[in-house]
């Protein structure tokens, strides 16, 4: 960084305030830019780096303040860029992480391209297990969820109209989504090999 710049190499030490400048910067350092994003990220993600990298100094070359050489401030931008997508990559992979277990076999087969679809008759006969499910749930429980998502009822307003607690509340529509979800995955699987 502190030594001498030869006169040949000018284009790497100031700020290009052209395009032919800025095409003569890309040339001289793509390649040693390059190798050096692949250090952090795969080439095909450095490549694309390096040329946001680019872009970005093309596009505000005039209001950028360099006080270092353009070929620091190229390394110091890749060196940031691809610092920033590896944390993205790792919250889109936490993300992922989290959701995943959330979803079951059957839910991520629907969503494969490659897999098959589920028919209407599926969907219908989904939503008839649900509400026989419901039926099915103990009367605290039932009228618990009736209140919630037939009239859409806060907890606050079930509680207030069933004389009980919102905790109480709570606990029975946990009670009730987790037996609901248990039962509806019987009556698809049992369905499914009906249909077979």
Known sequence: MGEPVEEGHKATTLLPQDVADLELVFKECYAVLL????????????????QDVFVQVHRKRASLNINVSIKSYLFRSIHNSCLDYIKRQAVHQRYVNAALPAFTEAELDHFNPDGLRQ???EQDNLEAS???????LPPKCREVVKLRYLEGLKTGEISAAMGISSRTVETQLYKAIKQLRGIVRRVNYLFSFILL
């Open 35 to 50: 190798a050096y994003a692949c250090k952090y990220v795969l080439r095909e993600t450095a490549e694309d780096i390096v």
């Open 119 to 121: 028919s209407l008759l």
């Open 130 to 136: 649900v509400w026989r499910a419901i039926e099915e």
